[in-house]
T-cell receptor
Framework: DAGVIQSPRHEVTEMGQEVTLRCKPISGHNSLFWYRQTMMRGLELLIYFNNNVPIDDSGMPEDRFSAKMPNASFSTLKIQPSEPRDSAVYFCASRAGTNEKLFFGSGTQLSVL | QKEVEQNSGPLSVPEGAIASLNCTYS??????FFWYRQYSGKSPELIMS????GDKEDGRFTAQLNKASQYVSLLIRDSQPSDSATYLCAVKGGTGFQKLVFGTGTRLLVSP
C-alpha cells in the first residue's frame, strides 16, 4: 500500500490567495484527520471525518478554513483567503475502524508570504 | 495549562545510554496514551501505546504510565544515533470520539 498520500508537498503562496491541500487516505481506512503542526503549538487536530462525514471540526481555526471529503478516497482542506499565520505543516492521517494507530501522510509545508 | 506537556529539549545522551522522555497531561479522564516518533522533516509514526498503569515493553522501548500522577514516560535502552528524533506524547480521553491531543515533543539527540 502506498500509505496516506498528500499533495502538494510544498506550497508557497501570497497572502489573500486560496490554498487547497489534498489527501488520499489508505484504502479501507474509514477515519480521516487533518492536523496542523507548528513549533509553538505542536500538532493540532483541525477536523475529523468518519465514513466521509465530518464528526468534529472544533479545531478549525476560523471560517477561512474548510474541509470536504466527497468520497472514501479523497479529502481537501481549503484556506481562503490565506494569511501568513497559516504557515505550517499540514498533515493528513487515516486509521481503520476503531484501531488507535494513525497513519500520517508526508505533510504539506505551507508558506504564506 | 497545556493539555499535554513535554520538555522541548534537546535531551542529549551518549550512544548506549538510557534515554528517558517524560510527559504530563491535564485530563484525568484520559484513557489512552501514545508515543510517536518524528524524524526531522518527516511525519509522526506510532512506536508505543499504553492503556493501564505500569510498564509496557517493546524491544528497546518501555512506556510507563501513572494515572494518579498523570504522568507518562518513554524509556529507550541502548540508545542509538538512529533514535535521534522528536518524540511526541499523545493522549486520548474516554469513551466515544475523543480527539488525540499531542504534546509539542521532546527532541532527542544521541551522540556516537
Amino acid at each position: 500500500d502506498a500509505g496516506v498520500i498528500q499533495s502538494p508537498r510544498h506550497e508557497v503562496t501570497e497572502m489573500g490567495q486560496e490554498v487547497t491541500l489534498r489527501c488520499k487516505p489508505i484504502s479501507g481506512h474509514n477515519s480521516l484527520f487533518w492536523y496542523r503542526q507548528t513549533m509553538m503549538r505542536g500538532l493540532e487536530l483541525l477536523i475529523y471525518f468518519n465514513n466521509n462525514v465530518p464528526i468534529d471540526d472544533s479545531g478549525m481555526p476560523e471560517d477561512r478554513f474548510s474541509a470536504k471529503m466527497p468520497n472514501a478516497s479523497f479529502s481537501t482542506l481549503k484556506i481562503q483567503p490565506s494569511e501568513p499565520r497559516d504557515s505550517a505543516v499540514y498533515f493528513c492521517a487515516s486509521r481503520a475502524g476503531t484501531n488507535e494507530k494513525l497513519f500520517f501522510g508526508s505533510g504539506t509545508q505551507l508558506s504564506v508570504l | 495549562q497545556k493539555e499535554v506537556e513535554q520538555n522541548s529539549g534537546p535531551l542529549s545522551v551518549p550512544e548506549g545510554a538510557i534515554a528517558s522522555l517524560n510527559c504530563t497531561y491535564s485530563d484525568r479522564g484520559s484513557q489512552s496514551f501514545f508515543w510517536y516518533r518524528q524524524y526531522s522533516g518527516k511525519s509522526p509514526e506510532l512506536i508505543m501505546s499504553i492503556y493501564s498503569n505500569g510498564d509496557k515493553e517493546d524491544g528497546r522501548f518501555t512506556a510507563q504510565l501513572n494515572k494518579a500522577s498523570q504522568y507518562v514516560s518513554l524509556l529507550i535502552r541502548d540508545s542509538q544515533p538512529s533514535d535521534s528524533a522528536t518524540y511526541l506524547c499523545a493522549v486520548k480521553g474516554g469513551t466515544g470520539f475523543q480527539k488525540l491531543v499531542f504534546g509539542t515533543g521532546t527532541r532527542l539527540l544521541v551522540s556516537p
